[in-house]
Each structure stands twice: as C-alpha cells, then as structure tokens.
C-alpha cells in the first residue's frame, strides 16, 4: 500500500519535469533534457483539479516509465476539443461525470478494465465505452458563520423556493462546469418537476450572478459572498478538513450519486499506454488513496471508508439526461439570459 501522504515532499520535487516533458525527459543529475520513445507516452487530458491529478499521474510515471503530457481545463471544453479536433491526437480524458461521456460516446473506444469484476455493476456500463473513477453525490453547502444549522436549507424544494436563499446561492456556470451539467439533469429527477420550473427557479435563486467555475462555489459560500451553494460531497468534505466554515447538507429528497470517469479517445496513437492508465485508476491503490485523501468515493465493491455517510440516492437515468442536456441548456440560456463564461473542470 502507498504511503501517500508521507510521499509529499517527494512529489513536490518530482512534478516540475513528470508533468511538463510530453516529448522530453530530463536525465536524473543531469541538465540536458533526451526524447522520450513514442512507446513511453500518454497524451492526456483532464477536468480534475491538480491537487486530483497531480499524485496519480506521477505514480503512474514512477511505477509504468510512461510519461504524460496532461492539458487541464474544464469537463465541457475538453469534450468538445475531443468532438472537434483531438482525436487522433490525445489517448485519454480523465475526469467529468458519465452524462457528459455518454452525451460524447462516439468520440471514445470501450475497453473493459482489468478491474471490472470488483466495480460497483450499478455504475459501469455494458459497452464499457468509459470506466467509472469515483462516486460524487450532490450535495448542499452553507457558510456557518452566517446561517445557522437549524434555518439552513433542508433540501432541494427549500433551496429553490425559499425566500431566503433569493440571490444567495452559489452556482457555476454549466458552459463550463460539468457539475453544473450534472445538477442540471439531476434536478428535475430528484424532484420529479418539470425541467423548465426547476431551472427557472434555480436561475431566480442565483439572482443573475453566476460563477465562473465549480470552484468558485465553495469559495463563494466560505466568504460569504453567498450563504449557499451546490458542489459535490468530495468538494466540501475536502474544504472543510482544511478549516472552512461550512457545513454540508444532504438533502432531504435524496441526491443523484453520478460517479466522474475516464475514457480513451478513438485512434489514440498510444492505446496501450491508455488501456495501462485506466487499469490504474480504477487499482486498489488508487481507489484506497482517493477515499482516505480526497474524500472520494471508491466504485470498487471491496473498499470501504470510515467517513463515508449513507445516502439516500435518487436513481440517475442517464439516458434522459443525455437526451435532455440540449434542451436543458438552452433552458439555462434562456434563464439566465447569456451564454459561455470562463474555463473550469
């Protein structure tokens, strides 16, 4: 097993050249920087935010001699690059949940893991077109300094209706955030309500100020320049170990638990390299740090936390959602009276 957090220092000094070199290595002691063979690459792109990518990717360096060339930037952005231009030329997209795969199925190649028999079957599809990395529930957040934990928001309905939240919600923008496509699609299911009413309603509460990305939310509601907010149950458990005066509220109608994902891209010119790194993802190493580091969710059925909080879970119908996610959006457009915004994963 990994000692992680004792590898601290070591990661700090390795990731200056484990993540910058996609054609080039630099000789350990030495200053000239040598080519890295085509059969040592993985060209990757990511939603997640470094403090997620960063440890893995440089394991993974350490333990294959496979070095990775990672471009970050936010779920939305990527797929589309991925739809318009880079297939051909990347290997894998690590991070953003199913809905956003399933929506961009033809532009990846199913592989079963290596892993499969020891994933959660609920959330790993038959095609195999993506494998699942991680279980991320919605979840509700509030500033504790300014609300307190009895007149905060129980649950969905009280957050979209309650005169009290009117222009206090954080929200990131969906053009960007793939959270946000996932709470978007996961509303009108969890409340059986009408699409339009929920994001109308959504889109009074924000009060026109959406954020510029998912990390923005938690930031928003710790400074209080909003008292609420939406983001994933990883997201606030990890703010909240590092002092961050908010709480964490799972709301009373149950919550979608959209697991985030990885997948290889069609003709990645190193699918060996991508087949590798998928199979890594999902190891029991990796699966074990994420849960006790990154207050992650594991999908493997043999891992267990000791944080972990039951919830009720709200069935997600992933093909509604993808049907949906056009509509959905241009809903959002229509609320919100804009589009597009800034770069976020």
Same mark, same amino acid.
């Given at each position: ?7 601290? !220092? ?19 002691? #030495? ?6 063979? &085509?059969? $040592?690459? @993985? ?26 060339? /990672? ?8 797929? &589309? ?36 028999? $020891?994933?959660?079957? %609920? ?10 990395? +991680? ?5 509700? !957040?509030? $500033? ?18 309650? %005169?009290?939240?009117?222009? %206090? /919600?954080?929200?990131? $923008? ?9 709470? @978007?699609? +996961? ?24 954020? +510029? ?18 983001? @994933?149950? #990883? ?28 997948? !290889? ?37 043999? @891992?267990?936390?000791?944080? =972990? ?9 992933? +093909? ?6 056009? #509509? ?14 800034? =770069?976020?994963?």
């Amino acid at each position: 097993m990994i000692s992680w957090k004792k590898r601290g !220092i070591v990661l700090c000094l390795i990731l200056p050249l484990a993540l910058v070199g996609c054609a080039e290595k630099q000789k350990e002691g #030495e200053g000239e920087l040598t080519p890295v063979p &085509e059969e $040592n690459r @993985l060209t990757l792109f990511t939603s997640h935010k470094p403090e997620v990518y960063q440890p893995i990717l440089v394991e993974f360096e350490n333990r294959t001699g496979i070095i990775v060339d /990672v471009t970050a930037g936010g779920t939305t952005e990527r797929m &589309e690059e991925i739809e318009n231009f880079a297939i051909g030329s990347v290997d894998v997209m690590f991070g953003g949940g199913e809905e956003s795969y399933a929506a961009y199925a033809d532009c990846f190649t199913p592989y079963e893991t290596d892993s499969r028999e $020891n994933l959660d079957p %609920k959330i790993f599809t038959e095609d195999a077109v993506w494998t699942p990395f +991680s279980e991320l529930p919605l979840v509700l !957040i509030y $500033n504790t300094r300014l609300v307190d934990e009895d007149d905060a928001p129980k649950g969905w309905e009280d957050l979209l209706t309650g %005169k009290a939240w009117t222009g %206090k /919600v954080a929200f990131a $923008n969906p053009h960007n955030s793939g959270t946000s496509v996932t709470i @978007l699609t +996961s509303l009108p299911q969890i409340l059986k309500w009408d699409p339009g009413d929920c994001i109308d309603l959504l889109a009074a509460q924000i009060g026109g100020d959406v954020l +510029s990305g998912s990390g923005d939310v938690v930031d928003a509601v710790e400074m209080g320049t909003k008292s609420v907010g939406i983001t @994933l149950e #990883e997201t606030a458990k990890k703010r909240m170990a590092q002092g961050a005066h908010i709480g964490i509220v799972y709301p009373k109608e149950g919550t979608c638990n959209v697991p985030d994902a990885a997948a !290889i891209v069609k003709k990645a010119p190193h699918e060996e390299n991508a087949k590798a790194f998928l199979d890594f993802t999902v190891s029991t190493d990796i699966q074990q740090m994420i849960q006790d580091e990154m207050y992650r969710r594991s999908v493997r059925t043999d @891992l267990t936390s000791d944080w =972990e909080k039951p919830i009720h879970v709200v069935p997600f119908d992933l +093909s509604w959602a993808v049907e949906h996610q056009g #509509e959905l959006m241009q809903l959002w457009d229509t609320a919100m009276g804009t589009k597009g915004g800034a =770069e976020d994963a």
